[in-house]
């Protein structure tokens, strides 16, 4: 199957290579020209404008939207709105807010074209890993692109069933990493909360691991200091603990590299769905203690540093690629 992809970072670049590894082809562009170049030697069929990308894919076409999510996506969708024809598919495959969701919907509905929001998991290992889906569409929509879904999914892989689903679950694809979550907005809806809960997760790995940090300070009386070997503790952790995740094998992986955490400030940024989250939860009346503190403890962590937010940074890093200030930087 064709798809089109706008966006080549490190994310969308990737989920390229993989759809290409495995029998599709691609038409890419981005507004970096060494980004595509560099796509183009690797098979794909490069545009220099939405124009000529446009024109290059096959009907119905298929494209794939990978840009910062807000204004930029916007931008990207409203000029595809203009160039592209009734049938053609729009997918939202960042980080967008659900409601923004529903507003490309309308919008593109009225020209006939047809509009899916992806929210897609799985940073920079998903190329070989592969990206978990959470999908919003019609039916129809989101049948046809499930080549498209399908290759870039996990598959089943060594994760073993959940004991007793059976054939109790009421989706064929969720054993495969993707799943149709309910008409526009439904799949980034997901996606937001996914986030919302990996910020706290983070934040209880960070917190922990800062305890151990300061084990030993003078605050403590001397007999009950200890000095405790982080990358060792991250390690059997890993290994038949009930805290074990693919997360802290990645806290485990900063820490060997430098247990320190000496690249890192402790600046953590937020990237918009830990906030949209939490005003879910207001509009819904539903507390939310734990995703509010971690959302609050990232601000903070803009004016004042402990190792907690060092290991949210090495996590960041791990994950996503996101590159945070260095220390004295």
């Known amino acids: ?98 409601k923004d969701d529903v507003r490309h919907s309308k919008q593109l509905a009225e020209k006939g074209i047809k509009f899916v929001d992806v929210g897609t998991s799985g940073g920079v290992w998903g190329i070989d890993r592969g990206y978990c889906m959470m999908v919003g569409g019609s039916n129809e929509t989101v049948a046809y692109i499930d080549p498209i879904l399908k290759t870039l999914a996990p598959g089943m892989g060594d994760v073993g069933r959940t004991p007793g689903r059976g054939n109790k679950g009421t989706s064929k694809t969720a054993e495969e990493g993707y799943l149709h ?55 059997v952790w890993r290994r038949g603990s009930v805290v074990g995740s693919w997360l802290l094998d990645l806290t485990a992986m900063a820490l060997i590299e430098d ?15 830990g906030r949209w989250t939490v005003m879910a939860a207001v509009e819904e009346a539903v507390p939310c203690d734990v995703l509010t503190a971690s959302l609050y403890t990232r601000f903070r962590s803009r004016q004042d540093h402990t190792f907690a937010e060092k290991m949210l940074s090495g996590m960041r890093n791990k994950f996503g690629g996101h590159v945070e200030r260095a220390a004295g930087g």
């Open 181 to 235: 979550t309910g008409p526009a907005g439904a799949g980034h809806f997901v996606k937001m909360v996914h986030n919302g809960i990996e910020y706290g997760l983070m934040q209880a790995y960070a917190e922990g691991f800062d305890i151990f940090k300061h084990a030993n300070s003078k605050e403590v009386e001397e007999q009950y200091r200890y000095t405790f070997d982080l990358p060792e503790i991250a390690e």
């Open 259 to 273: 247990p320190e955490l000496s690249k890192f400030t402790g600046t953590v940024q937020d990237s918009g769905e």
């Open 1 to 98: 199957m064709q798809l089109g992809m706008i966006g080549l970072g490190r994310m969308g670049g990737n989920m390229v290579r993989r759809l290409m590894r495995n029998g599709h082809t691609s038409v890419v562009f981005d507004l970096s020209p060494a980004n595509v170049q560099a796509l183009v030697t690797e098979g794909a069929t490069g545009s220099d404008s939405m124009e000529s990308f446009v024109k290059a894919l096959s009907k119905p076409r298929v494209a794939w939207v990978m840009v910062p999510a807000g204004h930029a996506t916007d931008v990207t969708i409203t000029k595809l709105a203009s160039l592209m024809e009734p049938g053609d598919i729009v997918i939202d495959g960042g980080n967008s807010y659900f």
